[in-house]
């Protein structure tokens, strides 16, 4: 066993700046770094760290995640999330799942049984089942916030327009996807992300949150990262996979973090953001969104530091 110094960065999801509600976020992202720190220094793994971090985030109704999910565009929530350990490559993953209020805990179990990585909508919700994972009524999840959004947006649907930066029409990238990444004193890397989606997304649509490579990875020898932004984007360019080949190569956490947001940018022609710790736990991020609130935590830093 190889003694690490433990480390955890978490973030809200990248997208425009809130009108309001500054200081609630902030102090959610404190106590979401503060959650995964604790399993940490109780000696808990890494995979314990971030589950505690992502299920605090995916519990509040100020993000894209669990409970204040945005709507489908039939007014529904569908639920993506990935899980990922580093050691050996460990990984599980749901998508499309509704009445599931901490779907980060589905995605785990779904690692720990080990026959599969990606289960989707009713069989996903089989499995919840078999498992004991609790389920809610799907409605529970819906917040006065989102439902009000769902009918502005209602009002003024149709196709995204193009624009030159993004040809293919811009996508509606919303804030408050979460993701976690930690690093244990055993050396082992984990990292998940949780989402529901982007606004008025189709029924069914999965994006790159429950995609290992894509919105999550984890290699313990290299780091791990997690992502959040305009998700299609991200599934073209494998931006996990390739925000650790940019770490393996520069050694630099924020320039890889850096260089691999320029390339969701120009060769995925999206925006967003991502997250990372390299082996030794140094943190970083970038994003080329107007916000991304993180948060992270290590042993030289007293309680969690907060940024956007
Ligand atoms: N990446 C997420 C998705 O496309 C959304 C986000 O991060 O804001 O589903």
Redesign the pocket.
């Known amino acids: 066993m190889t003694a690490r110094v433990p480390a955890i960065i978490v973030h809200g ?3 425009p700046s809130p009108a309001d509600g500054l200081e609630e976020l902030r102090a959610a992202m404190r106590a979401a770094a503060a959650a995964g720190w604790a399993r940490l220094s109780e000696g808990g793994t890494s995979l314990d760290a971030v589950e505690a971090a992502v299920r605090l985030l995916e519990d509040h109704p100020r993000f ?1 995640a669990g409970r204040g999910a945005v709507l489908t565009a039939a007014g529904t929530v569908e639920l ?1 999330a990935s899980i990922m350990e580093g050691d050996r490559l460990r990984c599980g993953a749901v998508a499309a799942v509704s009445g599931i209020a901490n779907p980060i805990s589905l995605a785990r179990r779904v690692l720990e049984d080990g026959r599969h990585v990606l289960l989707v909508a009713g069989g996903a919700l089989a499995f919840a089942r078999a498992h004991g994972i609790p389920e809610c009524d799907p409605d529970s999840l819906i917040t006065d916030r989102q439902r009000q959004r769902w009918i502005e947006r209602r009002g003024s649907a149709g196709a995204p327009q193009a624009t030159a930066a993004h040809p293919e029409g811009a ?1 509606d ?5 979460v993701g976690a990444v930690a690093l244990d004193a055993r050396g082992t890397m984990a990292a998940a ?1 949780s ?4 606004p008025g ?1 189709l029924p069914g ?6 995609l290992i490579g894509c ?1 999550t990875y984890a290699e313990s020898t290299i780091g791990g990262v997690s ?6 984007a ?1 599934i073209r360019t494998a931006l996990a996979y390739r925000a650790l080949a940019l770490l393996k190569d520069a050694d630099d956490p924020d320039y890889a973090a850096k260089v691999a947001v320029d390339v969701l940018v120009s060769d995925g022609r999206g925006d ?1 953001g991502l997250i990372l710790l390299d082996w030794r736990g140094r943190g970083g991020f970038a994003s080329s969104s107007p916000f991304m609130p993180v948060a992270w935590q290590s042993p030289t830093l007293p309680s969690p530091v907060v940024g956007f």
């Open positions: 999801g990248a997208g894209n993506d996508r990238v919303p804030r408050g996807t992300t989402t529901g989606g982007t997304q649509r999965v994006g790159d949150s429950a919105g992502c959040t932004g305009a998700g299609e991200i967003g």
